[in-house]
């Protein structure tokens, strides 16, 4: 999926012009064990965060994502990111700022917890259980 040139744009100036809680979270997540991206454009949006190899959005909620029409613009890109293959995780900013290293911690969890189907094997038995050489 591409981003549009305008968001590209929009990108580079909202990583230059982190709020306050994005800085925090971006210092933790940076080293983390899996890779996220900060400002990351896609389509005609730029995503606070996104781990791609999760296909998690990870959007940090003011309070201006509480007034006016700000709800229901959230839930159509949701949608659209959605219909795109992206989950989309909002996070309270008044959450990140009471504890980023628990939030970081708790992001870095919910994505690894996403990939372990992944990586799981094929169901089937486990070794050994054949019940040949069992004594009864």
Same mark, same amino acid.
């Given at each position: =999926?591409?981003?549009?040139?305008?968001?590209? @744009?929009?990108?580079?100036?909202?990583?230059? !012009?982190? *709020?306050?809680?994005?800085?925090?979270?971006? /210092?933790?997540? @940076?080293?983390? *064990?899996? /890779?996220?991206?900060?400002? &990351?454009?896609?389509? &005609?949006?730029?995503?606070?965060?996104?781990?791609?190899?999760?296909?998690?959005?990870?959007?940090?909620?003011? =309070?201006? &994502?509480? =007034?006016?029409?700000?709800?229901?613009?959230?839930?159509?890109?949701?949608?659209?990111?959605?219909?795109?293959?992206?989950?989309?995780?909002?996070?309270?900013? =008044?959450?990140?700022?009471?504890?980023?290293?628990?939030?970081? !911690?708790?992001?870095?969890?919910?994505? !690894?917890?996403?990939? @372990?189907?992944?990586?799981?094997?094929?169901?089937?038995?486990?070794? &050994? *259980?054949?019940?040949?050489?069992?004594?009864?």
């Amino acid at each position: =999926m591409t981003a549009t040139d305008r968001a590209y @744009k929009n990108a580079r100036r909202l990583r230059r !012009d982190l *709020s306050l809680p994005e800085k925090l979270l971006w /210092r933790r997540l @940076k080293g983390a *064990s899996l /890779r996220f991206r900060r400002q &990351h454009p896609i389509g &005609h949006y730029v995503l606070d965060f996104y781990c791609p190899t999760a296909n998690l959005a990870i959007e940090i909620d003011g =309070m201006a &994502h509480d =007034m006016g029409d700000r709800p229901q613009r959230d839930e159509v890109r949701t949608e659209w990111l959605n219909g795109a293959g992206i989950e989309v995780l909002r996070v309270p900013a =008044m959450e990140v700022l009471a504890d980023p290293d628990a939030i970081a !911690d708790a992001l870095v969890r919910f994505c !690894d917890d996403r990939l @372990k189907p992944l990586h799981q094997p094929a169901a089937g038995p486990p070794p &050994h *259980s054949s019940g040949a050489g069992r004594s009864e």
